[in-house]
């Protein structure tokens, strides 16, 4: 299956760069762009992409308020952010608005591509040891937990003691397979652990899921 992406940047060039690489490739059709966060929201609504390559810094509409707008449309597109710096301060806001992950401007050919793929896909932390630090770091901002102590109880309290560890570990940046051996089971079943907490918490995606536990408190900065 092509995975279709739409690309939004207010820098001509950096379209047209990631456009080159991306057509390249044999199993991804870059299908629009948009020059600003308010076309990027009319252009998913026309084209639903699979995957947004959304910079962040953008006129009329920023990144983040344009990835707010996407989630609540509840369509099946993907947010990949761009940005400059892995620390960005706007990157976790990005995330909290619903991105799937984020990717340095300056990624190869090989990164980008490899980046739409495990987002499309569902996955949705990119390099877990560096979005683990990026959200650790901005955590800390918060200063008291974001989410009320009813929601907690209300959201939180639905997973099984399993559910819960699993949801910690994927907070703290680890894969499925790296979940699988600490907890000394199969994959698929950390998988199905994984589907089943994203339901409950009404979840798009790990990221978001990681997002949850460190403001919800079940992880803590560190």
């Known amino acids: 299956m092509t995975i279709r992406v739409l690309i939004a940047d207010d820098q001509m060039m950096v379209r047209e760069g990631f456009s080159v690489l991306l057509n390249a490739m044999p199993d991804i059709e870059v299908v629009g762009e948009a020059v600003n966060g308010r076309e990027a929201v009319e252009r998913v609504r026309e084209l639903k992409p699979d995957v947004v390559l959304m910079d962040i810094r953008m006129p009329e509409l920023n990144g983040i308020e344009a990835t707010r707008e996407i989630v609540a449309a509840d369509v099946e597109s993907k947010v990949l952010v761009l940005t400059t710096f892995d620390l ?72 099984t003691e399993r559910e819960t560890e699993v949801l910690v570990l994927v907070a703290q940046g680890l894969s ?41 408190r079940l992880v803590t900065p560190g």
């Open 88 to 159: 960005d301060e706007y990157v976790y806001q990005a995330l909290r608005a619903g991105a799937s992950g984020f990717l340095l401007k300056d990624a190869s050919a090989r990164q980008l591509a490899d980046g739409v793929k495990v987002v499309a896909a569902g996955e949705a932390l990119l390099a877990p040891s560096v979005t683990r630090r990026l959200i650790t770091e901005f955590s800390k901002l918060g200063g008291t937990p974001r989410l009320s102590a009813t929601v907690q109880a209300q959201q939180y309290g639905e997973l």
């Open 176 to 216: 499925n397979s790296e979940i699988a051996s600490r907890l000394v089971v199969a994959e698929s079943t950390i998988k199905t652990h994984v589907s089943r907490v994203l339901v409950k918490l009404g979840l798009r995606d790990r990221t978001q899921a990681a997002v949850f536990a460190y403001e919800a």
